[in-house]
């Protein structure tokens, strides 16, 4: 998480666990004083705990690289998530007018996705057919229907000169 997204998240009264990342790449947790691995921090991830890592030595925000290098050895461990294909079209994004653009459509339908995940689990929600159809309703101003955002994605490849 970033900082600001951490602090965000933070609940109150309770401080963002600091990670100080040293030269010699090892990971120091403040709060248990102690030297942590990815795997430990990847767990943080997954319970939700907000956390900043930082250079033990300019005080630089390398959360982010962090989250990439987890990502990283997931995809290298086992089944993957992303596709050869969608790594190369997201990396297409890179520079392009349309780089903001993506970031925030992915965060968006990702963040829609979580909560949707979450409220299935839900036993109270009880999934009706006609409850699936308001949930897909909602998803049309974000989610594009497949011929639409593939006629997007066609009309932004052409616009980068990469037309298929």
């Known amino acids: 998480m970033q900082n600001q997204e951490a602090e965000a998240s933070a609940a109150p009264g309770k401080s963002i666990r600091v990670i100080k990342k040293y030269p010699n790449r090892r990971l120091y947790d403040t709060d248990s004083s102690?030297?942590?691995?990815?795997?430990?921090?990847?767990?943080?991830?997954?319970?939700?705990?907000?956390?900043?890592?930082?250079?033990?030595?300019?005080?630089?925000?390398?959360?982010?690289?962090?989250?990439?290098?987890?990502?990283?050895?997931?995809?290298?461990?086992?089944?993957?998530?992303?596709?050869?294909?969608?790594?190369?079209?997201?990396?297409?994004?890179?520079?392009?007018?349309?780089?903001?653009?993506m970031g925030s459509y992915l965060e968006?339908?990702?963040?829609?996705?979580?909560?949707?995940q979450k409220s299935m689990a839900d036993p109270a929600k009880g999934w009706t057919p006609?409850?699936?159809?308001?949930?897909?309703?909602?998803?049309?101003?974000?989610i594009p229907g497949i011929h639409a955002f593939t006629q997007m994605q066609e009309k932004m490849l052409e616009a980068m000169g990469m037309k298929r």
């Open 34 to 101: 102690s030297y942590i691995t990815l795997a430990e921090v990847k767990a943080l991830v997954m319970r939700g705990e907000p956390f900043v890592v930082r250079d033990a030595k300019s005080g630089d925000d390398l959360t982010r690289s962090i989250l990439l290098q987890i990502i990283l050895e997931e995809e290298t461990a086992g089944v993957p998530l992303f596709s050869e294909s969608m790594l190369a079209n997201i990396i297409r994004f890179y520079g392009h007018a349309m780089q903001g653009y």
């Open 130 to 142: 006609e409850l699936w159809q308001q949930y897909m309703g909602m998803q049309a101003p974000v």
């Open 108 to 116: 968006k339908n990702l963040q829609l996705f979580m909560d949707f």
